[in-house]
């Protein structure tokens, strides 16, 4: 009997063992069954995808380089250049029109050798590239203010007037070349260079004088004498076209080169017989200069100058005698004095 009530419990556990599994097993396993797949977490993300390890680290080291580079050409685009070398030239022929120039007696007109230069310097300046201005290009004659007006209306260029000099001393001859600003002068030492160097005339040297021109100009302004139309060899040196081409080759050439003056020693030119192109840029000196603002060079032409202060107090005397017939006219006794007092000025004039 015993052993048949042990049987029975066996058969009994091994029932409820296959049948219905306990309650607390069947949670867990749903709960494992249905639980949502978990997230990896910003640290396994990285290590499952390297690419994005160089993307994180180059972005911002290749945009700062960019931002530096482009503002260095805008800092250097505002930056101030310095002066730079002018294009524009203005010439200025001496004289012209009524205005023949030189002295009395003069057998070349200078104002005729002044504007055949000017021209021919026009010529070479413009097939060197360079824009040229000109203050008269015919036989006009030209005021003094209306020059400096128009060389004053280029800011950025420089003014060369040319003129033949003219005295009564007829042994008087050479080049001369004048300024009055310091500004001028690196301009008038290469000008002076060249021409002087390459005539055969005597070098009378750069000289500062406060002709009007020079005085008024607020750019760089020069002079230059070319000879003396005076001085017979020079007066047939500049009856000749080939002299005279070669006076403008010898003044571009200075206007060419006048950004190489240097101060250096010495002031003779080695000159090269040289052809109509313009010569190599060398160094230039700086030219010592006669300081004239303060005197009167004996060999510079007066005469006409003298003329015409002469004419103007015969004139103002004139005037003034006729203002003293005028309010006076109803005395006789001064009335014949009139008349007697310009007898002598009607033979003067």
Same mark, same amino acid.
């Given at each position: 009997?015993?052993?048949?009530?042990?049987? =029975?419990?066996?058969?009994?556990?091994?029932? #409820?063992?296959?049948?219905?599994?306990?309650?607390?097993s069947?949670?867990?396993?749903?709960?494992?069954?249905?639980?949502?797949?978990?997230?990896?977490?910003?640290?396994q993300?990285?290590?499952?995808?390297?690419?994005?390890l160089?993307?994180?680290s180059s972005?911002?080291?290749?945009?700062a380089?960019?931002?530096?580079?482009?503002?260095?050409?805008t800092t250097?685009?505002?930056?101030p250049? &310095?002066?730079? +070398?002018?294009?524009?030239?203005?010439?200025?022929?001496?004289?012209? &029109?009524?205005?023949?120039?030189g002295?009395?007696?003069?057998?070349? !007109?200078?104002k005729?050798?002044? *504007?055949?230069?000017?021209?021919?310097?026009?010529?070479?300046?413009q %097939?060197y &590239?360079?824009?040229?201005?000109?203050?008269?290009? $015919?036989?006009?004659?030209?005021?003094?203010?209306?020059?400096v007006? =128009?060389?004053?209306?280029?800011?950025?260029a420089?003014?060369?007037?040319?003129?033949?000099n003219?005295?009564?001393?007829?042994s008087?001859s050479? @080049?001369?070349?004048?300024f009055? %600003?310091?500004?001028?002068?690196?301009?008038a030492?290469? =000008?002076?260079?060249?021409?002087?160097?390459?005539?055969?005339?005597?070098?009378?040297g750069?000289?500062?004088?406060?002709?009007?021109?020079?005085?008024?100009?607020?750019?760089? $302004?020069? *002079?230059?004498?070319?000879?003396?139309l005076? #001085? +017979?060899?020079?007066?047939?040196?500049?009856?000749?076209s080939?002299?005279?081409?070669?006076l403008?080759?010898?003044?571009?050439?200075? @206007?060419q #080169?006048?950004?190489?003056?240097?101060?250096?020693?010495?002031?003779?030119? =080695?000159? $090269?017989?040289?052809? !109509?192109?313009?010569?190599?840029?060398?160094?230039?000196?700086?030219?010592?200069? @006669?300081d004239?603002?303060?005197?009167?060079?004996?060999?510079?032409?007066? $005469?006409?100058?003298?003329?015409?202060?002469?004419? %103007?107090?015969?004139? /103002?005397?004139?005037?003034?005698? /006729?203002?003293? %017939? !005028? /309010?006076?006219?109803?005395?006789?006794?001064?009335?014949s004095?009139?008349k007697?007092k310009?007898a002598?000025?009607?033979?003067?004039?």
């Amino acid at each position: 009997m015993q052993k048949h009530f042990l049987s =029975i419990s066996l058969v009994l556990l091994a029932i #409820n063992a296959y049948s219905l599994p306990a309650p607390s097993s069947l949670n867990e396993r749903e709960k494992r069954l249905n639980a949502p797949t978990p997230t990896p977490t910003p640290r396994q993300q990285i290590l499952q995808t390297p690419p994005a390890l160089p993307t994180r680290s180059s972005i911002p080291r290749q945009q700062a380089p960019q931002t530096r580079t482009a503002t260095i050409p805008t800092t250097r685009a505002v930056a101030p250049q &310095g002066p730079r +070398p002018s294009t524009t030239v203005v010439i200025d022929a001496g004289h012209g &029109g009524y205005d023949r120039g030189g002295i009395a007696g003069q057998r070349v !007109d200078e104002k005729t050798m002044n *504007l055949d230069v000017a021209q021919r310097l026009k010529a070479v300046l413009q %097939s060197y &590239g360079y824009r040229v201005v000109m203050t008269r290009d $015919s036989d006009v004659f030209i005021p003094l203010g209306t020059r400096v007006a =128009i060389a004053n209306s280029y800011r950025d260029a420089i003014f060369v007037c040319v003129h033949f000099n003219a005295t009564p001393r007829r042994s008087a001859s050479g @080049i001369e070349t004048y300024f009055y %600003s310091s500004q001028s002068l690196p301009l008038a030492s290469a =000008i002076h260079y060249y021409v002087a160097g390459g005539a055969s005339s005597a070098n009378r040297g750069v000289r500062r004088r406060g002709f009007f021109v020079l005085r008024r100009t607020t750019i760089p $302004s020069v *002079l230059v004498e070319c000879g003396f139309l005076t #001085n +017979p060899t020079e007066a047939q040196q500049a009856l000749s076209s080939a002299y005279r081409q070669k006076l403008a080759l010898e003044i571009a050439h200075g @206007i060419q #080169n006048r950004a190489s003056v240097s101060r250096i020693a010495g002031a003779t030119r =080695i000159v $090269s017989n040289s052809s !109509d192109s313009a010569l190599e840029p060398e160094t230039v000196p700086l030219q010592p200069f @006669i300081d004239q603002t303060h005197y009167r060079d004996p060999d510079l032409a007066r $005469s006409k100058h003298r003329r015409s202060s002469k004419s %103007s107090k015969s004139a /103002s005397s004139k005037r003034k005698r /006729s203002s003293d %017939s !005028d /309010s006076d006219s109803d005395t006789p006794k001064k009335k014949s004095t009139k008349k007697k007092k310009s007898a002598p000025a009607k033979t003067e004039d």
